[in-house]
């Protein structure tokens, strides 16, 4: 599954090698330093504006320079721009099979784009090739040179490792939402988060069904009663070293399919329903991101891990649970069952007194059909919002905040229990739903709530994203973690 990768840091341009040797050009700064090597570019330059990219080859054609203007990636902006210019220098080594990448990010203005062009070549060149039969050419990625010039090749060196740490997290959190429903269960994934637990260094616990049952945790044994494969809640812990400032919990949804239980989805893309579980993915990913870059705060992930199956045990719309806090919640639609098991997840949380509380889940169509499939929703506490939305810019995933109007609760009234799990109509999902999750949060406690629906998963290329799993929410929830 991972790819690997092979990257190295040098003052100057190895010229004598056959390689893709690439310079990124922009209007407003200078990405490389324009000296006597370069005179043949340079001509090239004072030819015409390059609308897009120019390919120079060397004597045996085999090699050669290789210009991309960035104003093509618009309406992308300058550090998206930058890994999707890497991740097409990649394509192109890829299709010349050519053993070797270069960067020349040697002028002043280039600090900092050395990690964006190894983000760029790590997440566009991951690919889901487990079931092909070229999947280990596939995963092979050419050796990538930096040139630096005079720049601080340390500092350089120390950024691009922390990135390729963070990279092949999210490519493997990728990897585990890419994954056949059939391949991942509740327990494949609760094995993962043993894995990663030990890797790591974390502190985990795990809730098997009878756990679950004999602490009161209704809404995974509900939802997971009609599978074959039982429920499961694994809790990662990380505490720092030295003093911790703060804690954070971070509570994430992974039904490994969703089949709508009773209140049975279309069958049209119901393949895709195995990436329901891209929540929990993204607190995995972001515990093992957290782990590596030590930052001094305690974190907590929980999973609340379930299969949502329409067997005769399945729970049915009409049901009433109970949940832990003793709060009863009437089951109008079985293919509401994310927010069931985020209760679970929420109340665990609550028990260990966090100072921040964040939830992330693929939770709602209506997300999918408010912000398509770009774009993150995320309701809450307006400080912890901001703190989020600045955590998504940092690393190209956007945020954009609904708003949680509180007069909409009445919709999730029942005549038979405390709550509803859905409303009387289709109308405010993602705000419902988060309105849903809200009743178990204490009202002291700052929380938000993250429906990634949308950009967890892309059917068509996207930026420098094959088709598929995306990874998304791992780096937000790290980020957020880290600016604190």
């Excluded at 040098?10 to 006597?36: G, N, T």
Aim: net charge negative; aromatic share 6%; hydrophobic share 45%.
């Amino acid at each position: 599954m991972d790819s690997t990768m092979q990257w190295q840091v040098r003052s100057a341009v190895p010229l004598d090698r056959q390689e893709l040797r690439v310079y990124l050009l922009a209007d407003d700064r200078q990405f490389f330093a324009a000296d006597d090597r370069l005179l043949k570019l340079r001509d090239v330059l004072a030819r015409k504006e390059i609308k897009k990219a120019v390919f120079v080859a060397g004597e045996d054609l085999s090699s050669g320079d290789y210009l991309i203007p960035l104003q093509s990636f618009s309406p992308l902006n300058i550090w998206e721009s930058v890994k999707a210019a890497a991740a097409q220098a990649l394509g192109v080594a890829r299709e010349m099979k050519l053993s070797g990448v270069t960067l020349v990010l040697d002028a002043p203005d280039a600090l900092g784009f050395h990690k964006k062009a190894l983000e760029g070549i790590m997440l566009g060149g991951y690919r889901f090739a487990t079931f092909k039969k070229e999947a280990r050419e596939e995963s092979l990625l050419p050796e990538i040179t930096f040139v630096v010039g005079a720049l601080d090749a340390v500092a350089i060196n120390a950024d691009l490792q922390r990135t390729e740490k963070v990279c092949a997290t999210v490519n493997r959190v990728r990897h585990l939402v890419d994954q056949p429903a059939a391949n991942l269960g509740p327990e494949e994934l609760t094995a993962a988060c043993l894995d990663i637990a030990k890797r790591s260094d974390l502190l985990v616990e795990v809730w098997d069904e009878s756990r679950l049952r004999r602490e009161g945790y209704a809404g995974l044994l509900a939802v997971g009663r009609g599978s074959e494969r039982p429920p499961r809640m694994v809790q990662l812990q990380y505490h720092p070293a030295g003093e911790s400032r703060f804690h954070v919990a971070l509570v994430g949804k992974g039904i490994t399919f969703d089949s709508g239980g009773i209140s049975l989805k279309p069958s049209a893309s119901m393949e895709e329903m195995k990436r329901d579980m891209a929540g929990a993915a993204a607190v995995i990913g972001a515990m093992e991101i957290i782990a590596a870059l030590k930052p001094s705060v305690s974190v907590t992930g929980i999973v609340v891990l379930a299969e949502n199956m329409p067997d005769a045990r399945a729970q049915r719309p009409g049901d009433v649970l109970v949940m832990k806090n003793g709060t009863s919640v009437e089951v109008k639609n079985t293919d509401a069952e994310g927010r069931l098991v985020l209760v679970d997840g929420i109340l665990r949380a609550v028990e260990l007194n966090p100072d921040y509380l964040l939830d992330i889940a693929t939770l709602t169509g209506a997300c999918l059909v408010a912000l398509g499939t770009r774009i993150a929703g995320v309701l809450g506490e307006q400080k912890v919002v901001d703190r989020l939305c600045k955590a998504g810019e940092n690393c190209g995933e956007m945020l954009w905040q609904l708003p949680l109007e509180q007069g909409y609760k009445e919709d999730l009234k029942s005549d038979i229990a405390d709550l509803a799990n859905v409303g009387s109509d289709r109308y405010a999902g993602t705000i419902r739903g988060a309105l849903f999750l809200q009743e178990f949060v204490p009202p002291e406690l700052p929380w938000a709530h993250l429906d990634i629906a949308g950009p967890s998963f892309v059917n068509k290329k996207w930026k420098y994203f094959a088709p598929g799993a995306t990874g998304f929410g791992a780096r937000v929830l790290a980020g957020f973690v880290k600016n604190l």
